[in-house]
């Protein structure tokens, strides 16, 4: 460790990624299906600890044994052996048309109760060890509720309980999203019982197509409403049924209609009821909602979107070769878009007026048949992979933590954005390509940015040994950064567990 960390930070950062992309001689297609790689560093007395596992889940378990690429991936389809014979084959075809999703957990970390669980966008989560990054039981949603795919950001509630989202895919005849809760805790009599035996759906939206639901990968959350972008970057389900038979990948059958609308929804978390007003903007693709909060009668929600859906296409493996800088470069930017949405306007109000009250560049404009068309605020440019301090989470707030990227989809620098002043500090190195950055309060915390910011930053060089680096969030100067002599990966997400939130081992 060079540099002071402060004394106060205890406990571990988790992070979670695509780690293993060759299987013997096969080789998956695309950065975001490799096997999963945890990682962690364990702050203890101002020294660092570094550890890190694969995800022993039954995807990799299976193509370690096989010495191959056995269960298909998003952007990889696997084949069964070629060996086999015309009727095992026949079967395999057959059984693919509704898939049999992996369990290879590699985007985030979730808190549930008081465990944690790897997650990914299947109905597969695998719970985790966070000290020793030991693979646990896996837990299978669909048990608890009708859902085949879900995100890996999920919510929490003050009381600790997580908020998710997920797709019902033509379920009893009907596609639609569905929004449910997993308690944080279990009645005591029934303390064996785990609290996804407890699960409760809170509300479904119907899907606008039946046989092509929104893909989404995470959702907004104010004090009383959850926000659900709809937006017109869909999955074809009968392209999917028949994509293992047409040897192409899932990832083929999603596509993006750059003449449609993106469609917003609000449900009121008291009611469990949809707002009846339709609200929308132009075609986007979006990934990540940053923060959202109401103020005097408009939701505010902050998200990261583009015009297009080029971000994917840049992951493929054959495109991140070592030119891949003068090579790959993205046709849309990320822009850091802010939505102000009247939800109490005035019913009487003129067609093609203005709803906005507030003062923003942001507009809610009223159309004939009553819907209301919604234009952004644009409040900057070129962050991705947000985070905020999450006691501010649903709540007005100021600062927004990010990576740095321009035309490349690699960060090169990350920043502290603050959304008022429009002002951005940044951080970076010459051949320094950092990780999401955490937040982490200080324990006597009285201001927003009182604490600070953690990302594992991987060298261009292979000789250059990656490290941890500890800025002050305040001021976005290096405390401190812990060097570390292994190869290290670039990683999705993760989360920052302060020690008291660890289980000892034995309990």
């Given at each position: ?281 132009d075609a986007m693709v979006f990934f ?37 800088e003068e090579n790959v470069k993205l ?81 090169t620098k990350i920043a502290k954005f ?90």
């Amino acid at each position: 460790v060079t540099g002071q960390l402060p004394t106060w930070l205890e406990g571990v950062l988790l992070r979670n990624g695509p780690g293993m992309h060759t299987i013997g001689d096969s080789k998956y297609n695309h950065w975001f299906d490799g096997l999963a790689l945890l990682h962690s560093f364990t702050f203890k007395n101002g020294e660092v600890y570094y550890r890190s596992k694969y995800l022993r889940s039954d995807t990799y378990n299976c193509n370690i044994e096989a010495n191959r690429i056995m269960v298909s991936e998003f952007g990889t389809m696997a084949y069964p052996d070629p060996c086999k014979n015309i009727f095992a084959k026949a079967f395999s075809y057959l059984s693919h048309t509704i898939p049999e999703f992996t369990d290879n957990c590699l985007i985030n970390i979730m808190k549930a109760g008081d465990d944690f669980y790897a997650t990914g966008e299947t109905n597969f989560i695998r719970k985790i060890n966070p000290q020793t990054l030991e693979t646990l039981e896996k837990v299978d949603y669909n048990k608890y509720v009708a859902v085949n795919l879900a995100t890996s950001h999920p919510h929490y509630d003050s009381a600790g309980n997580v908020l998710n989202m997920g797709t019902s895919i033509v379920d009893k005849g009907k596609t639609k999203y569905l929004l449910f809760k997993i308690p944080s805790s279990v009645p005591e009599h029934e303390k064996k019982k785990s609290c996804f035996k407890h699960l409760e759906v809170v509300c479904s939206v119907p899907s606008r197509s039946l046989l092509h639901p929104s893909y989404y990968h995470s959702f907004g959350i104010t004090e009383n409403y959850i926000i659900f972008i709809e937006q017109p970057f869909r999955l074809d389900i009968l392209k999917m049924a028949t994509a293992y038979m047409r040897g192409v990948s899932w990832a083929s059958c999603l596509a993006f209609n750059k003449d449609d609308k993106t469609w917003f929804h609000f449900i009121d978390r008291r009611t469990k009821k949809e707002v009846s007003t339709k609200f929308y903007t132009d075609a986007m693709v979006f990934f990540h909602h940053i923060n959202a909060y109401e103020e005097d009668g408009h939701i505010i929600f902050d998200i990261i979107a583009y015009t297009d859906n080029s971000l994917y296409d840049m992951f493929y493996l054959k495109n991140l070769t070592k030119d891949f800088e003068e090579n790959v470069k993205l046709t849309s930017i990320p822009t850091c878009r802010r939505f102000v949405v009247p939800l109490q306007c005035d019913k009487d109000a003129v067609v093609d007026s203005n709803l906005v009250t507030l003062p923003s560049t942001a507009t809610a404009v009223k159309e004939k048949d009553g819907s209301i068309y919604c234009q952004p605020e644009i409040l900057c440019e070129g962050i991705e992979l947000p985070r905020i301090n999450y006691d501010y989470n649903g709540k007005k707030y100021k600062y927004v933590f990010a990576t740095r990227v321009q035309w490349s989809p690699i960060p090169t620098k990350i920043a502290k954005f603050n959304t008022q002043t429009k002002e951005m500090l940044q951080w970076g190195q010459n051949d320094c390509w950092p990780s999401e950055p955490v937040f982490v309060p200080s324990p006597d915390a009285k201001e927003e940015d009182d604490g600070v910011v953690l990302t594992c930053v991987v060298k261009t060089d292979p000789k250059d040994p990656p490290f941890l680096l500890v800025l002050d969030a305040k001021t976005f100067t290096e405390l401190g950064r812990a060097i570390v002599n292994v190869e290290m990966h670039m990683d999705l997400h993760g989360v920052f567990i302060p020690q008291q939130d660890m289980k000892t081992e034995t309990e």
